[in-house]
């Protein structure tokens, strides 16, 4: 049995900030961010990883409006190796717990039309709701899918 840990990262831990950025450039080429960006994120909401043993499997960059109580996910990748493992479940899975139990309310991101293992794993594994339809939303034919979930909701339901 594997032995898991999620992690929160902190913009001054460079060496797992480098890390990260691999994982990111693995998944986004030139889209992916450097330990300098990444720090910045950090700064500006929250970075999530998946640690199994000594390596570092997925990472999360979730944005928030914490005085809103709502949460956008930027970024969710898996180094390769671990893809198809059920790593980004379990991150995805830690997040929204976490999340929730600060109260907020709503966790939005976006994802390509074709990509349908993201489709899936957002929809149907932890029920996101297709929202709108985003136009060119990368530049031409770039395309996105708007997506929600409900994290929490108080006392009253809202």
Not at 117 to 131: D, G, R, T, V
Request: glycine residues 6%; proline residues 3%; negative net charge.
């Amino acid at each position: 049995m594997s032995d898991f840990q999620i992690l929160k990262i902190q913009p001054d831990d460079w060496n797992t900030l480098l890390e990260i950025a691999t994982i990111d450039q693995e998944s986004f080429g030139k889209d992916g961010l450097t330990p300098a960006n990444l720090s910045l994120m950090a700064r500006a909401g929250r970075i999530y990883a998946l640690r199994e043993g000594s390596i570092i499997s997925t990472e999360a960059i979730v944005l928030a409006s914490f005085p809103t109580g709502n949460s956008f996910l930027f970024s969710l990748a898996v180094l390769e190796n671990f893809r198809h493992k059920g790593h980004g479940k379990k991150l995805m899975k830690a997040i929204c717990e976490d999340l929730a139990e600060e109260g907020v309310k709503t966790m939005e991101l976006t994802v390509a039309p074709e990509n349908q293992a993201a489709i899936n794993l957002y929809c149907m594994h932890f029920q996101f709701e297709k929202i709108a339809f985003i136009e060119n939303h990368f530049g031409p034919g770039q395309h996105r899918l708007l997506l929600r979930k409900t994290l929490y909701k108080d006392e009253q339901g809202k």
